[in-house]
């Protein structure tokens, strides 16, 4: 049965998105026979080999559930009962986890506002502070987010130096990764030079937002953490026991760069929504577009109209703020019917 519905193609998630065709078809082709649960089976082997392959040989891959949940396990892989995340006040798991990590980690979370959603060395060095204070919570983990909340992008350099600053302190390096094919796409990067060469020790790779169904996974590359992923997945409720399904669609997306070509394409949609937005007068970029992102400033009256005919997210309203998010399945006639449309209500 169709669900009819008054909306076009949605720019207010690529959450919203269906599943690729190839991810599609990865889940059929595992859905043959019976095969070892908990992930003992051969799709998740091959995961395995695609994880080494893409992020080198020591790199280990745990398939998850949802976005949340791979952040929670690879958290509190690095965390201790009194320590603390340095990360920047717009990200994810600060505005968007409804208090998971303080809730389920017990940990503080030690935000720092940013012009951009970027953190940057001297932003955790401020924050240093209380290092072997008694009386403070100790900062252990720096969790950015790539691509971040406000769809800017993380160079290797700048990722490599918040490494090395966080090493230096002795903290640890987490990468929410939920876009971060979105990133290495605009970056024109492979995925190993964002992570293992800039010196990440756990990341969350998303595949949902890349086209995937429920499917997330936490990469670990520090060794010494990788012992306790097993039971810390187990006892996070992020353990599948029909785990060949999640592991046919993360392999299927490293296969001949699969994540690549619809991280690729999502970017080019939203830099041709930001490119038409632009160019109708009393509508202005709030950021940079580095991602399948677009902050866009339109008059009040303009987004009610539009809203009537295409969903996408008011971001702070005081300031006539929107997000608009492209996807892999987003086409050019959908960007021109919406441009049509904004046109159009900002002459009403």
């Not at 971040?148 to 990468?175: C, K, R």
């Not at 012992?227 to 026991?241: I, N, T």
């Amino acid at each position: 049965m169709l669900i009819d519905t008054p909306f076009s193609k949605s720019f207010a998630s690529d959450n919203h998105a269906g599943v690729h065709p190839a991810v599609l078809a990865a889940i059929t082709a595992a859905n043959t026979g019976d095969a070892p649960a908990y992930g003992g089976d051969p799709w998740t082997a091959d995961f395995d080999t695609r994880v080494h392959e893409t992020f080198g040989p020591a790199a280990a891959g745990f398939p998850v559930l949802n976005g949340a949940g791979a952040n929670m396990v690879g958290l509190a892989l690095m965390l201790g009962r009194y320590d603390a995340i340095i990360c920047a006040a717009t990200a994810h798991i600060a505005t968007h986890e409804a208090g998971a990590a303080e809730r389920l980690l017990g940990v503080k979370l030690l935000t720092v506002p940013t012009g951009d959603g970027k953190l940057t060395p001297a932003d955790i060095t401020r924050r240093l502070d209380g290092l072997g204070n008694p009386h403070e919570s100790q900062p252990k983990v720096v969790s950015i987010s790539q691509v971040t909340e406000l769809g800017t992008v993380y160079s290797p350099a700048e990722l490599t130096a918040l490494a090395d600053t966080a090493h230096a302190a002795g903290l640890h390096l987490h990468v929410d990764g939920a876009r971060l094919a979105n990133a290495a796409a605009f970056l024109d990067a492979d995925l190993r030079t964002i992570t293992t060469d800039a010196g990440v020790d756990v990341f969350s790779f998303g595949g949902t937002k890349n086209g995937a169904l429920a499917a997330e996974a936490v990469i670990v590359l520090n060794p010494a953490f990788q012992e306790g992923v097993p039971f810390l997945r187990r006892q996070s409720l992020q353990l599948a026991s029909k785990m060949r399904f999640i592991s046919a669609q993360l392999t299927a997306l490293l296969t001949e760069d699969l994540w690549h070509a619809n991280a690729a394409h999502a970017n080019s949609m939203a830099r041709r929504l930001a490119d038409g937005l632009t160019a109708i007068p009393g509508v202005s970029l709030a950021f940079p577009v580095q991602s399948n992102a677009v902050f866009a400033r339109i008059p009040a009256p303009a987004v009610e109209e539009l809203m009537r005919r295409h969903q996408f997210h008011y971001w702070d309203r005081e300031n006539d703020l929107v997000r608009l998010m492209t996807a892999f399945d987003t086409a050019p006639e959908h960007v021109a019917e919406f441009l049509d449309d904004a046109r159009r209500a900002t002459k009403s």
